[in-house]
């Protein structure tokens, strides 16, 4: 077998944002290191301050490199036909891939070996496996840390010293999974993964605390965890999230329904890092309704403050107004007294407006339906449900499969109450559109 093994020093840590400034690769065959390249490169960027310190590479340095472009068919010469090797796989091969595709070149090392791992599997337990580390350990001399090409020196050594301890041959058996296996994070064993369940949940990833730094949604929770940690994205996002997890649990919800509302529940609840979109605070519009001096009934639309409940609530300013218009034409109020003075329908008599508001008001009041909307349990021997009341997401529940629920009293003991969203709101209405009416159980 043909080795490459690559180490790159660079201006940050995203290759979407940053450059290399230098690459080293030590080829290795027949238990030996038989060739090697280096160069620095011109990142066209600045270097930041602490990077120049910790690699010792200075801008006056790189000033007259070769840009990638100028080395891409001598790095690519290295790599071809080998095994892309490197100690953080993920890292060096992900500006690796970014460069070349930047020069227009379409790279896939189609086996990728990480040498952190690769140790990990041969020797459990050691107290470290950074290259440092590993080196005082296996009596390695890196004699430049930090510059690609000594850095991959050591980690080509550290490949031949696990490679000859490696009884069980776990580099073969490494190398006949897919490539997308060194995508996994480093600390994230493939066993872990491959003990999730195909079933429908979410799962949780852990930092080095036990703290949770991400919640998803699966239909699938194995293949969606798999395909995580198999992307190839060179994203901020990916490479971050893929250093920091360091364990992955997971509840399972029976449906894919549920497992959105869970998702929703926790990411509010656990507020995770890398959750961001959830993270927002929802903006409502709410059609609000008040006495005036004179005693007649005003309707405004404003942003909605938990304090104060709206008559009706929604996602957009734009829905608050199309259905204060239907609702005047509806019900036949006075226009200038709903903030809508251009509106054509409605009454001018202002005691036939507050009338018609208060008919209009014990309507919307009572539109809501109570309701249960069954769903796949987690097993054969049970079924999940959701809680609507009036009109409004009250929260989940699972119950055996010869259980049925009539009233609102049956549903309390198997309730897990939550609260209500934009993201629920719009669950909900979804799964209402999709499911025919008599599966659905309006209680009293």
């Known amino acids: 077998m043909r080795f490459a093994v690559v180490d790159v020093e660079t201006t940050g840590g995203h290759p979407a944002a940053n450059s290399i400034t230098e690459v080293g690769i030590a080829v290795v065959e027949d238990d030996k290191v038989i060739d090697r390249f280096h160069s620095l490169v011109n990142p066209n960027q600045p270097i930041p301050l602490n990077i120049q310190a910790l690699t010792g590479i200075t801008p006056e340095m790189v000033a007259d490199a070769p840009v990638f472009d100028e080395i891409s068919n001598d790095v690519l010469s290295y790599l071809e036909d080998s095994i892309f090797v490197a100690h953080n796989v993920n890292f060096d091969y992900a500006f690796i891939k970014e460069a070349f595709k930047g020069v227009g070149i379409k790279f896939e090392a189609t086996k990728r070996l990480c040498t ?42 550290i490949l031949l010293f696990v490679k000859n301890l490696d009884r069980k041959d776990l580099l073969s058996h490494r190398l006949k999974r897919r490539s997308s296996v060194a995508s996994f994070p480093n600390y994230i064993d493939r066993e872990i993964v491959d003990a999730l369940p195909n079933t429908p949940g979410i799962y949780y990833f852990h930092d080095k605390k036990g703290k949770v730094i991400y919640v998803g949604k699966a239909a699938d929770i194995q293949k969606r965890v798999k395909s995580h940690f198999t992307s190839t994205s060179t994203s901020k996002f990916y490479q971050d999230l893929k250093r920091e997890v360091r364990d992955i649990s997971h509840r399972e919800s029976g449906s894919d329904v549920i497992a959105a509302l869970m998702e929703d529940h926790e990411i509010r609840h656990l507020w995770p890092r890398f959750n961001r979109a959830q993270k927002r605070n929802p903006v409502y519009y709410g059609v609000y309704a008040y006495r005036d001096r004179s005693d007649f009934w005003r309707i405004g639309i404003n942003k909605v403050k938990n304090h104060y409940p709206p008559l009706k609530r929604f ?112 669950i909900i209405e979804k799964v209402l559109g999709q499911i025919p009416a008599h599966q659905l159980i309006e209680l009293s």
């Open 315 to 426: 996602h957009t300013l734009h829905a608050a107004r199309s259905w204060l218009l239907k609702t005047v034409e509806k019900y036949e109020l006075k226009a200038e007294f709903c903030d809508l003075e251009f509106a054509v329908y409605g009454t001018d008599d202002i005691y036939l407006h507050n009338e018609h508001f208060e008919k209009m008001q014990r309507e919307v009041e009572s539109d809501g339906h109570t309701l249960i909307i069954p769903q796949k349990g987690r097993s054969k021997s049970e079924k999940g449900f959701i809680f609507v009341e009036k009109g409004e997401y009250r929260g989940i529940g699972f119950i055996d499969s010869d259980v049925s629920i009539s009233s609102i009293e049956e549903v309390e003991p198997h309730l897990q109450k939550r609260k209500s969203s934009v993201i629920t709101e719009q």
């Open 116 to 157: 952190v791992q690769y140790t990990r599997a041969v020797l459990p337990g050691l107290p470290g496996y950074s290259l440092s580390k590993l080196c005082k350990k296996m009596n390695i001399q890196n004699e430049n840390p930090h510059r690609a090409l000594s850095d991959a020196e050591a980690a080509a050594q």
